[in-house]
T-cell receptor, first 113, second 113 residues
Framework: QQQVKQSPQSLIVQKGGIPIINCAYE??????FPWYQQFPGKGPALLIA?????SEKKEGRFTISFNKSAKQFSLHIMDSQPGDSATYFC????????????FGTGTSLTVIP | ETGVTQSPTHLIKTRGQQVTLRCSSQ?????VSWYQQALGQGPQFIFQ???????GRGNFPPRFSGLQFPNYSSELNVNALELDDSALYLC????????????FGSGTRLTVV
């Protein structure tokens, strides 16, 4: 059973566009929601993360929107650049145990120059 | 400060063989987690080690086992390899009790033929 559902599977945008990637979860015990960026041949790198006590978090060109009642969160990339072309994963974990992260299935983003 | 390093980067094994993958955690981190990432999928949690003991396990059979050493480095051992074990194996280190600051290595690409 997929604990975190991610969409779309792939996304193509023009340079300067705002790609949006969506994730949904069921387990209300989740209290930490990170987004990871992964380039081919590399491990995932933490991009930005949010906790459910806030509805939005911005770091540079990256913004997470969080809807606790709908159990959904999304990643927005402002002014997207070709260098943003990568696979993006949402994830969720519960408690401050640092234990298991549940990942979405990933979104392959291509930014066309 | 060094990041998470994994070895080897690539490995080809024959079905039925055994394999050992290695991970050196980031300086200052005391917890190591292992993930399996099949092609086109998100990482799946295998297990986590803290204080040289298993501290949580995902839905993987016992032929997946691990070790953590006093210097916090870790090994992942897989016995009786199956074709479906072909994947990118990721190691992530963190501080116990913190589900942020999770740092991944670049992974070991295992191919079982």
């Amino acid at each position: 059973q997929q604990q975190v559902k991610q969409s779309p599977q792939s996304l193509i945008v023009q340079k300067g566009g705002i790609p949006i990637i969506n994730c949904a979860y069921e387990n209300t015990a989740f209290d930490y929601f990170p987004w990871y960026q992964q380039f081919p041949g590399k491990g995932p790198a933490l991009l930005i993360a949010i906790r459910p006590d806030v509805s939005e978090k911005k770091e540079g060109r990256f913004t997470i929107s969080f809807n606790k009642s709908a159990k959904q969160f999304s990643l927005h990339i402002m002014d997207s650049q070709p260098g943003d072309s990568a696979t993006y994963f949402c994830a969720a974990s519960k408690g401050n145990t640092g234990n298991q992260f549940y990942f979405g299935t990933g979104t392959s983003l291509t930014v066309i120059p | 400060e060094t990041g998470v390093t994994q070895s080897p980067t690539h490995l080809i094994k024959t079905r039925g063989q055994q394999v050992t993958l290695r991970c050196s955690s980031q300086s200052g981190h005391n917890t190591v987690s292992w993930y399996q990432q099949a092609l086109g999928q998100g990482p799946q949690f295998i297990f986590q080690y803290y204080r040289e003991e298993e501290n949580g396990r995902g839905n993987f059979p016992p032929r997946f086992s691990g070790l953590q050493f006093p210097n916090y480095s870790s090994e992942l051992n897989v016995n009786a390899l199956e074709l479906d074990d072909s994947a990118l194996y990721l190691c992530a280190s963190s501080l116990a009790g913190q589900n942020y600051g999770y740092t991944f290595g670049s992974g070991t690409r295992l191919t079982v033929v």
